[in-house]
């Protein structure tokens, strides 16, 4: 989808140098991005398993309504608890775990960090304090993030499963060793 759209999308698809949190880090590749681009994807690179199909389709979403995103509904109950305590149970109606990648338009996106206030875990929601609606794509428990050592061996199974026949052994989740940012 992005390279029948933006055919010359290879011109700007590259890493650009991580902040220490999350913002900073979407902050500093979004300033690359040339103001004709009509849209910019935020993706976490802890979900590696997210496919082709499921970035097209989040694209499109975000081509009709100005912003999209991955998502999964809830179906774990899900307990508020402090001090290791359970307060409460939140009802799970109506709650999705957002994924990525997340689809805006990219004046939407560059106007959302420029009033950017406290502390940001998703860019759907700077999006969201705009007034805009971010629609929702249907995602996968296969777009987990990989943060500890059962995610990489989930995500090694999944690569597996993934495996063409006749192929020697899956597409890796690293490709090289050579760094792509600037």
Known sequence: MVSKVYPDSGSFRRLRRSGHERFESVANALAKVPEDVDLVAVHDAVRPLTTSLQIDAVFRKAAETGAAMLALQAADTLKKVEQGVIVGTVPRDGVW??????????????????????????DAQLIEALGHSVSVVPGSAFNFKITTQDDLKLA??????????????????????EPKWD
């Open 97 to 122: 775990q957002a994924q990525t990648p997340q689809v805006f338009r990219r004046d939407w996106l560059v106007e959302a960090y420029a009033k950017r206030t406290g502390t940001v875990t998703d």
């Open 156 to 177: 090694d199974a999944v690569m597996q499963s993934r495996k063409k026949p006749g192929a020697a052994k899956p597409m890796p989740l690293f490709f090289d060793d």
